[in-house]
Protein backbone atom coordinates (compact mmCIF):
# COMPACT_ATOMS: atom_id res chain seq x y z
CA UNK A 1 0.00 0.00 0.00
CA UNK A 2 1.58 3.41 -1.35
CA UNK A 3 0.76 6.20 1.17
CA UNK A 4 1.86 9.80 0.26
CA UNK A 5 1.55 13.22 2.09
CA UNK A 6 1.06 15.15 -1.36
CA UNK A 7 0.48 18.58 0.04
CA UNK A 8 3.67 20.10 -1.19
CA UNK A 9 5.09 17.34 -3.92
CA UNK A 10 3.85 17.34 -7.52
CA UNK A 11 1.68 14.09 -7.98
CA UNK A 12 0.11 13.20 -11.15
CA UNK A 13 1.47 16.66 -12.54
CA UNK A 14 -0.51 18.71 -9.79
CA UNK A 15 0.44 20.11 -6.83
CA UNK A 16 -1.56 20.42 -4.36
CA UNK A 17 -0.72 23.62 -2.25
CA UNK A 18 -0.51 25.44 -5.95
CA UNK A 19 -3.71 24.74 -6.80
CA UNK A 20 -6.18 27.23 -6.67
CA UNK A 21 -8.51 25.77 -4.36
CA UNK A 22 -5.90 24.93 -1.43
CA UNK A 23 -5.79 27.08 1.84
CA UNK A 24 -5.49 23.59 3.70
CA UNK A 25 -3.50 21.99 5.98
CA UNK A 26 -2.58 18.74 4.66
CA UNK A 27 -3.62 16.52 2.06
CA UNK A 28 -2.79 12.64 1.74
CA UNK A 29 -3.21 9.90 -0.79
CA UNK A 30 -2.95 6.47 -0.54
CA UNK A 31 -3.18 3.68 -3.51
CA UNK A 32 -3.61 -0.44 -2.70
CA UNK A 33 -2.84 -2.33 -5.95
CA UNK A 34 -4.62 -5.09 -4.19
CA UNK A 35 -8.09 -4.24 -3.08
CA UNK A 36 -7.45 -1.16 -5.88
CA UNK A 37 -8.24 1.93 -3.62
CA UNK A 38 -6.86 5.51 -4.94
CA UNK A 39 -8.12 7.71 -2.43
CA UNK A 40 -7.61 11.11 -1.71
CA UNK A 41 -7.93 12.43 1.74
CA UNK A 42 -7.83 16.57 2.60
CA UNK A 43 -7.15 18.31 5.70
CA UNK A 44 -8.72 21.89 5.32
CA UNK A 45 -8.58 23.14 9.49
CA UNK A 46 -7.96 21.10 12.98
CA UNK A 47 -8.14 24.61 14.42
CA UNK A 48 -11.68 23.72 16.18
CA UNK A 49 -10.91 20.16 17.09
CA UNK A 50 -9.98 17.01 14.57
CA UNK A 51 -11.55 16.91 11.27
CA UNK A 52 -13.98 15.05 9.96
CA UNK A 53 -15.83 15.11 6.90
CA UNK A 54 -17.83 12.05 4.70
CA UNK A 55 -16.13 9.63 2.42
CA UNK A 56 -17.30 10.16 -0.90
CA UNK A 57 -16.91 7.06 -3.69
CA UNK A 58 -17.47 8.55 -7.41
CA UNK A 59 -16.39 8.65 -11.19
CA UNK A 60 -13.87 11.46 -11.52
CA UNK A 61 -12.21 11.56 -15.36
CA UNK A 62 -8.94 12.79 -14.45
CA UNK A 63 -6.82 12.53 -10.81
CA UNK A 64 -6.79 16.37 -11.08
CA UNK A 65 -10.88 16.68 -10.92
CA UNK A 66 -10.63 14.71 -7.86
CA UNK A 67 -8.32 16.35 -6.42
CA UNK A 68 -10.65 19.81 -7.18
CA UNK A 69 -13.40 18.22 -5.28
CA UNK A 70 -11.85 16.83 -2.17
CA UNK A 71 -10.36 20.27 -1.81
CA UNK A 72 -13.56 22.23 -2.01
CA UNK A 73 -15.65 19.52 0.04
CA UNK A 74 -13.47 19.78 2.84
CA UNK A 75 -13.38 23.51 2.95
CA UNK A 76 -17.39 23.39 3.09
CA UNK A 77 -16.90 20.88 5.96
CA UNK A 78 -14.72 23.03 7.93
CA UNK A 79 -17.47 26.15 7.40
CA UNK A 80 -20.53 23.79 8.13
CA UNK A 81 -18.86 22.07 11.40
CA UNK A 82 -18.85 26.39 12.31
CA UNK A 83 -21.88 26.70 11.38
CA UNK A 84 -23.31 23.97 13.10
CA UNK A 85 -21.53 25.21 16.34
CA UNK A 86 -19.46 21.89 17.27
CA UNK A 87 -15.85 21.59 18.16
CA UNK A 88 -14.57 20.25 15.03
CA UNK A 89 -12.56 21.04 12.13
CA UNK A 90 -13.02 20.24 8.29
CA UNK A 91 -11.99 17.50 6.34
CA UNK A 92 -13.15 15.42 3.45
CA UNK A 93 -12.37 11.95 1.44
CA UNK A 94 -12.50 10.72 -2.14
CA UNK A 95 -12.31 7.30 -3.24
CA UNK A 96 -12.26 7.33 -6.83
CA UNK A 97 -14.55 4.50 -8.23
CA UNK A 98 -12.40 3.50 -11.21
CA UNK A 99 -12.53 -0.09 -9.39
CA UNK A 100 -15.54 -1.07 -8.07
CA UNK A 101 -16.51 -0.57 -4.40
CA UNK A 102 -15.52 -3.98 -2.61
CA UNK A 103 -15.04 -5.39 1.56
CA UNK A 104 -11.19 -5.27 0.30
CA UNK A 105 -11.26 -1.51 -1.00
CA UNK A 106 -13.35 -0.65 2.26
CA UNK A 107 -10.46 -2.27 4.24
CA UNK A 108 -8.21 -0.51 2.30
CA UNK A 109 -9.49 2.52 3.45
CA UNK A 110 -9.69 1.43 7.40
CA UNK A 111 -5.85 1.43 6.73
CA UNK A 112 -5.27 4.73 5.31
CA UNK A 113 -7.33 6.30 8.22
CA UNK A 114 -5.34 4.28 10.46
CA UNK A 115 -2.10 6.19 8.83
CA UNK A 116 -3.53 9.39 9.91
CA UNK A 117 -3.77 8.06 13.49
CA UNK A 118 -6.94 10.35 14.63
CA UNK A 119 -6.35 13.72 12.65
CA UNK A 120 -9.60 13.07 10.14
CA UNK A 121 -12.38 11.05 11.09
CA UNK A 122 -14.71 9.85 8.14
CA UNK A 123 -18.04 9.21 7.54
CA UNK A 124 -20.58 8.37 4.64
CA UNK A 125 -21.24 10.41 2.07
CA UNK A 126 -22.69 10.32 -1.39
CA UNK A 127 -21.50 6.28 -3.46
CA UNK A 128 -21.14 5.21 0.49
CA UNK A 129 -23.53 3.63 2.98
CA UNK A 130 -23.83 3.98 6.46
CA UNK A 131 -22.78 -0.40 5.91
CA UNK A 132 -19.96 0.47 3.84
CA UNK A 133 -18.68 2.82 6.86
CA UNK A 134 -19.58 0.32 9.47
CA UNK A 135 -17.33 -2.09 7.95
CA UNK A 136 -14.37 0.45 7.56
CA UNK A 137 -15.26 0.80 11.65
CA UNK A 138 -14.50 -2.92 12.33
CA UNK A 139 -11.02 -1.87 11.12
CA UNK A 140 -10.29 1.41 12.62
CA UNK A 141 -11.72 3.55 15.47
CA UNK A 142 -11.09 6.38 13.15
CA UNK A 143 -15.07 6.57 11.84
CA UNK A 144 -18.66 8.02 13.00
CA UNK A 145 -20.89 5.07 12.00
CA UNK A 146 -23.23 5.24 15.02
CA UNK A 147 -25.98 6.65 12.73
CA UNK A 148 -27.28 7.62 9.43
CA UNK A 149 -26.30 11.27 9.19
CA UNK A 150 -28.69 11.68 5.84
CA UNK A 151 -32.16 11.58 8.41
CA UNK A 152 -30.69 14.82 10.38
CA UNK A 153 -29.29 16.80 7.32
CA UNK A 154 -33.22 16.35 5.97
CA UNK A 155 -34.33 17.96 9.15
CA UNK A 156 -32.22 21.03 9.38
CA UNK A 157 -33.35 21.42 5.70
CA UNK A 158 -37.15 20.47 6.37
CA UNK A 159 -37.09 23.18 9.18
CA UNK A 160 -35.44 25.35 6.32
CA UNK A 161 -38.01 24.59 3.85
CA UNK A 162 -40.70 25.52 6.27
CA UNK A 163 -39.45 28.82 7.28
CA UNK A 164 -38.72 29.50 3.61
CA UNK A 165 -41.68 28.98 2.28
CA UNK A 166 -43.29 30.86 5.50
CA UNK A 167 -41.01 34.01 4.65
CA UNK A 168 -41.04 34.57 0.63
CA UNK A 169 -44.52 33.14 -0.21
CA UNK A 170 -46.82 32.83 2.97
CA UNK A 171 -47.37 29.41 2.73
CA UNK A 172 -47.40 26.45 4.99
CA UNK A 173 -45.70 23.06 3.55
CA UNK A 174 -49.42 21.63 3.36
CA UNK A 175 -50.25 23.77 0.71
CA UNK A 176 -46.86 23.65 -1.14
CA UNK A 177 -45.10 22.00 -4.03
CA UNK A 178 -41.76 21.12 -3.77
CA UNK A 179 -39.66 19.25 -6.19
CA UNK A 180 -37.07 17.16 -5.48
CA UNK A 181 -33.85 15.99 -7.18
CA UNK A 182 -32.00 12.64 -5.42
CA UNK A 183 -33.87 10.42 -3.63
CA UNK A 184 -30.49 9.12 -1.78
CA UNK A 185 -30.06 9.31 1.91
CA UNK A 186 -30.98 12.97 2.37
CA UNK A 187 -33.41 13.55 -0.54
CA UNK A 188 -35.38 10.15 0.50
CA UNK A 189 -36.11 10.97 4.24
CA UNK A 190 -36.63 14.58 3.23
CA UNK A 191 -39.39 13.75 0.78
CA UNK A 192 -41.14 11.64 3.76
CA UNK A 193 -41.11 15.02 6.27
CA UNK A 194 -42.61 16.88 3.96
CA UNK A 195 -44.61 14.52 2.14
CA UNK A 196 -46.37 13.59 5.95
CA UNK A 197 -47.26 17.29 6.22
CA UNK A 198 -49.17 17.10 3.79
CA UNK A 199 -46.81 18.50 0.43
CA UNK A 200 -47.26 17.70 -2.81
CA UNK A 201 -43.88 16.56 -4.01
CA UNK A 202 -42.01 15.54 -7.16
CA UNK A 203 -39.34 13.60 -7.10
CA UNK A 204 -36.49 12.81 -9.95
CA UNK A 205 -33.39 10.46 -9.67
CA UNK A 206 -31.31 8.50 -11.67
CA UNK A 207 -31.82 5.38 -9.52
CA UNK A 208 -35.74 3.77 -10.93
CA UNK A 209 -35.46 1.30 -7.92
CA UNK A 210 -35.02 4.55 -5.03
CA UNK A 211 -37.96 6.04 -7.17
CA UNK A 212 -40.06 3.42 -6.84
CA UNK A 213 -39.69 2.88 -2.97
CA UNK A 214 -40.54 6.38 -2.42
CA UNK A 215 -43.83 6.34 -5.19
CA UNK A 216 -46.93 7.49 -3.08
CA UNK A 217 -50.48 9.48 -3.23
CA UNK A 218 -48.62 12.78 -3.00
CA UNK A 219 -45.20 11.55 -3.61
CA UNK A 220 -44.70 11.70 -8.01
CA UNK A 221 -41.80 10.72 -10.26
CA UNK A 222 -40.85 13.41 -12.80
CA UNK A 223 -38.18 13.53 -15.33
CA UNK A 224 -36.52 16.94 -14.70
CA UNK A 225 -36.92 18.08 -11.19
CA UNK A 226 -35.58 21.20 -12.38
CA UNK A 227 -37.55 22.72 -14.75
CA UNK A 228 -41.15 21.39 -12.69
CA UNK A 229 -43.00 24.03 -11.81
CA UNK A 230 -43.40 24.04 -8.07
CA UNK A 231 -42.73 26.74 -4.90
CA UNK A 232 -39.32 25.36 -4.21
CA UNK A 233 -36.84 22.99 -5.61
CA UNK A 234 -34.80 20.91 -2.76
CA UNK A 235 -31.49 19.81 -5.15
CA UNK A 236 -30.06 16.62 -3.06
CA UNK A 237 -27.87 14.58 -5.25
CA UNK A 238 -25.11 16.24 -6.94
CA UNK A 239 -23.14 19.47 -7.23
CA UNK A 240 -22.69 22.17 -9.92
CA UNK A 241 -26.30 21.86 -11.34
CA UNK A 242 -27.04 25.16 -11.40
CA UNK A 243 -25.56 26.84 -14.17
CA UNK A 244 -26.53 29.91 -16.56
CA UNK A 245 -28.28 27.62 -19.27
CA UNK A 246 -29.77 25.64 -16.60
CA UNK A 247 -31.20 28.35 -14.55
CA UNK A 248 -33.23 29.93 -17.83
CA UNK A 249 -35.39 26.96 -17.22
CA UNK A 250 -36.12 26.94 -13.81
CA UNK A 251 -39.55 25.99 -12.64
CA UNK A 252 -39.22 27.50 -8.54
CA UNK A 253 -39.78 30.60 -6.71
CA UNK A 254 -37.08 29.26 -3.99
CA UNK A 255 -34.34 26.99 -3.83
CA UNK A 256 -33.49 25.22 -0.42
CA UNK A 257 -31.38 21.74 -0.89
CA UNK A 258 -28.93 19.42 0.37
CA UNK A 259 -26.54 18.86 -2.35
CA UNK A 260 -23.03 20.25 -1.46
CA UNK A 261 -21.46 23.00 -4.24
CA UNK A 262 -24.89 23.36 -5.87
CA UNK A 263 -23.79 26.74 -7.97
CA UNK A 264 -21.76 26.18 -11.38
CA UNK A 265 -19.28 29.28 -9.98
CA UNK A 266 -20.51 31.79 -7.43
CA UNK A 267 -21.98 34.53 -10.83
CA UNK A 268 -24.85 31.78 -10.59
CA UNK A 269 -25.99 33.62 -6.99
CA UNK A 270 -26.46 36.78 -8.46
CA UNK A 271 -28.33 35.81 -11.87
CA UNK A 272 -30.78 33.51 -9.74
CA UNK A 273 -31.66 37.10 -7.06
CA UNK A 274 -32.26 38.96 -10.50
CA UNK A 275 -34.67 36.59 -11.56
CA UNK A 276 -36.60 36.28 -8.36
CA UNK A 277 -35.90 33.27 -7.71
CA UNK A 278 -34.44 33.43 -3.98
CA UNK A 279 -31.22 30.95 -3.52
CA UNK A 280 -31.10 29.57 0.44
CA UNK A 281 -27.10 28.40 -0.05
CA UNK A 282 -26.84 24.49 1.18
CA UNK A 283 -23.85 25.35 3.77
CA UNK A 284 -26.65 27.22 5.73
CA UNK A 285 -28.98 23.97 5.59
CA UNK A 286 -27.34 20.71 5.13
CA UNK A 287 -25.43 20.58 8.57
CA UNK A 288 -27.79 18.26 10.71
CA UNK A 289 -25.83 15.19 9.70
CA UNK A 290 -22.95 16.69 11.57
CA UNK A 291 -24.92 17.43 14.61
CA UNK A 292 -26.43 13.38 14.17
CA UNK A 293 -22.92 12.20 13.74
CA UNK A 294 -21.35 13.52 16.85
CA UNK A 295 -24.42 13.38 19.03
CA UNK A 296 -22.81 10.65 21.21
CA UNK A 297 -19.33 11.72 21.06
CA UNK A 298 -20.62 15.33 22.54
CA UNK A 299 -23.40 13.07 24.78
CA UNK A 300 -26.53 15.56 22.95
CA UNK A 301 -29.50 13.60 23.68
CA UNK A 302 -32.50 13.65 21.22
CA UNK A 303 -34.30 17.01 22.63
CA UNK A 304 -31.11 18.75 22.06
CA UNK A 305 -30.74 17.27 18.99
CA UNK A 306 -34.11 18.67 17.90
CA UNK A 307 -33.33 22.09 19.03
CA UNK A 308 -29.92 22.30 17.05
CA UNK A 309 -32.06 20.96 13.92
CA UNK A 310 -34.85 23.43 14.54
CA UNK A 311 -31.89 26.31 14.94
CA UNK A 312 -30.93 25.59 11.68
CA UNK A 313 -34.12 26.78 10.04
CA UNK A 314 -33.78 29.70 12.60
CA UNK A 315 -30.51 30.71 11.29
CA UNK A 316 -31.77 30.14 7.73
CA UNK A 317 -34.78 32.56 8.51
CA UNK A 318 -32.62 35.32 9.92
CA UNK A 319 -30.59 35.14 7.13
CA UNK A 320 -33.22 35.50 4.63
CA UNK A 321 -34.63 38.74 6.77
CA UNK A 322 -30.92 40.53 6.60
CA UNK A 323 -31.26 39.40 3.09
CA UNK A 324 -34.57 41.06 2.43
CA UNK A 325 -33.83 44.37 4.65
CA UNK A 326 -30.57 45.11 2.56
CA UNK A 327 -31.86 44.07 -0.70
CA UNK A 328 -29.08 41.25 -1.13
CA UNK A 329 -28.98 37.71 -1.63
CA UNK A 330 -28.95 35.35 0.97
CA UNK A 331 -25.68 34.37 0.28
CA UNK A 332 -24.41 37.67 -0.12
CA UNK A 333 -25.95 38.07 3.61
CA UNK A 334 -24.21 35.03 4.53
CA UNK A 335 -21.27 36.11 3.21
CA UNK A 336 -17.88 36.52 5.50
CA UNK A 337 -19.43 33.79 7.93
CA UNK A 338 -19.44 30.91 5.16
CA UNK A 339 -17.54 32.00 2.47
CA UNK A 340 -16.18 30.59 -0.71
CA UNK A 341 -18.12 27.73 -0.98
CA UNK A 342 -20.16 27.68 -4.14
CA UNK A 343 -18.50 26.19 -6.54
CA UNK A 344 -19.16 23.33 -8.55
CA UNK A 345 -18.18 19.55 -7.27
P1 LIG B 1 -26.88 9.45 -1.76
O1 LIG B 1 -25.76 8.85 -2.52
O2 LIG B 1 -27.54 8.66 -0.69
O3 LIG B 1 -28.04 9.91 -2.77
C1 LIG B 1 -27.80 10.66 -3.90
C2 LIG B 1 -28.93 10.34 -4.88
O4 LIG B 1 -28.79 11.18 -6.00
C3 LIG B 1 -28.90 8.90 -5.37
O5 LIG B 1 -30.17 8.31 -5.20
C4 LIG B 1 -28.50 9.03 -6.83
O6 LIG B 1 -29.06 8.02 -7.65
C5 LIG B 1 -29.06 10.40 -7.16
N1 LIG B 1 -28.44 11.05 -8.30
C6 LIG B 1 -27.14 11.07 -8.65
N2 LIG B 1 -26.98 11.80 -9.77
C7 LIG B 1 -28.22 12.27 -10.10
C8 LIG B 1 -28.69 13.09 -11.14
N3 LIG B 1 -27.89 13.58 -12.06
N4 LIG B 1 -30.02 13.35 -11.19
C9 LIG B 1 -30.86 12.86 -10.24
N5 LIG B 1 -30.45 12.08 -9.23
C10 LIG B 1 -29.15 11.79 -9.17
O7 LIG B 1 -26.33 10.84 -1.20
P2 LIG B 1 -26.91 11.68 0.01
O8 LIG B 1 -26.20 11.29 1.24
O9 LIG B 1 -28.41 11.68 -0.04
O10 LIG B 1 -26.38 13.14 -0.36
C11 LIG B 1 -27.00 13.91 -1.37
C12 LIG B 1 -26.28 15.25 -1.48
O11 LIG B 1 -26.32 15.92 -0.22
C13 LIG B 1 -24.79 15.15 -1.85
O12 LIG B 1 -24.43 16.28 -2.59
C14 LIG B 1 -24.11 15.18 -0.49
O13 LIG B 1 -22.76 15.62 -0.58
C15 LIG B 1 -24.99 16.19 0.22
N6 LIG B 1 -24.96 16.08 1.68
C16 LIG B 1 -25.29 14.92 2.29
C17 LIG B 1 -25.29 14.85 3.68
C18 LIG B 1 -25.67 13.60 4.41
O14 LIG B 1 -25.89 13.67 5.62
N7 LIG B 1 -25.80 12.45 3.74
C19 LIG B 1 -24.94 15.98 4.43
C20 LIG B 1 -24.64 17.18 3.77
C21 LIG B 1 -24.65 17.21 2.39
Known amino acids: MKFLDITDTLFNGVQASSHIEFDHEKIFYC ?18 GPAIGGCRFRQYQTYEEGLTDVLRLSRGMTEKNNAA ?11 FSDKPK ?119 IVED ?6 DLLSPCAVGGIFTESS ?14 NQLLNPTIDSHLHKKGIRYIPDVLINSGGVIGLTKDILKRNDLQIEDDLKLIGKRALDSMSFAKANNMSVLE ?8 LLYTS
Open 247 to 260: IQNLGCKIIAGGAN
Open 85 to 95: DIPFGGGKAII
Open 225 to 230: ALTQEC
Open 31 to 48: EDDISGLKSIIAIHSSKS
Open 102 to 220: STELLVAFASFLNQLEGIYYSAEDMGISLEDIQLVGKHTPYVFDNVDPGSYTAKGIFYSIQAALKFYLQKDIKDSIISLQGAGSVGSELAKLLGDMGATIYVQDIDQVKLQQLSTENIH
Open 333 to 340: AIDGLLIC
